[in-house]
């Protein structure tokens, strides 16, 4: 008899959805009046991830699993940064401090999962408490796929390598430790257990479990902590909030944090990408009804 299992006849699929969602909602009327509601607040970001990631990926995903590609699926869901806390931005990243265009642990510690079939069992439900950097995804998806990350074209363009870390044996459980111990920041470093922040950092404050209220209707915090060249210091593993600075009662720790930010700032890389150019912006509006578009002349 025939096997009524389809048989896999091409390579690894890659596929990226990129959901503009938690920015706003665009004022789709088809969405809840929550949403609506919310939008005008704005705060769509808090009730858009609740709804509309149900309403147009669960079917795809009911569907997934219900075939033999679901088995040999990796879905990896991550955000970028943490939401807004500038004034107007309306989110809230209780507990931690700061938020989105900083390096606070608001900012830049964020919520990510992978599920699907080629999860291994036993990893599967499993919290992990381990450092992976956004970068990495790229590294640990060309091992999987069997090809280098090393780019021919990029090294004969000048470009530096990929910073990014192979993280399948900790996903897998094949390691118990990931392989990435320093994360570079802008402006900063975290190495092993510690953070350190240089220069000025806005939204330097925290939010309440219920934010924006009544108190700051649309949300955004003013303060601002100066750290200047000599930094502040903390450890994110026991104060993940940040509200002990210890530049002053471990200057050892903070030496040596100055000292791996250097290593890093040396080889950083920051090409000039031109100025903004509002032309882009209103040919979106003008002609292509809010959606971005060709605006070159």
Known sequence: AADSKPQRRHPALPLLRSSHCPHATGGDASLP???????????????????????????????????????????????????????????????????????????????????????????????????????DWYTTFCSLAGVEPFDDRAKAAGLPPVDGLNMWPLLSGQNLTSPRTEIPLSPGLISGDYKILVGNNGQAGWTGLQYPNSTNPRGGIDAKVTCGEDGCLFNIRTDPEERSDLAKTQPDVLQHMKQRLAVWEATAFNPDRGAQ?????????????????????
């Open 33 to 135: 009046g929550r949403v609506q509601l919310h939008r005008q607040r704005g705060e769509a970001c808090l009730p858009c991830h609740g709804s509309l990631p149900r309403r147009r990926g669960g079917k795809r995903n009911r569907v997934t699993q219900e075939t033999w590609l679901w088995n040999s699926t990796l879905l990896v869901v991550s955000s970028d940064n943490g939401g807004p806390e500038y004034p107007g931005g309306g989110a809230n990243n209780y507990p931690l401090r700061g938020g989105k265009l900083t390096s606070w642990q608001g900012g830049i510690r964020v919520n990510a999962f992978v599920s699907g079939g080629f999860v291994p069992v036993q990893m599967r439900g499993k919290k992990l408490e381990e450092y992976i950097a956004l970068a």
């Open 277 to 297: 150019w509002p032309k882009a912006c209103q040919t979106a509006i003008e002609k292509y009804g809010g959606y971005w578009g060709p605006f070159l002349p």
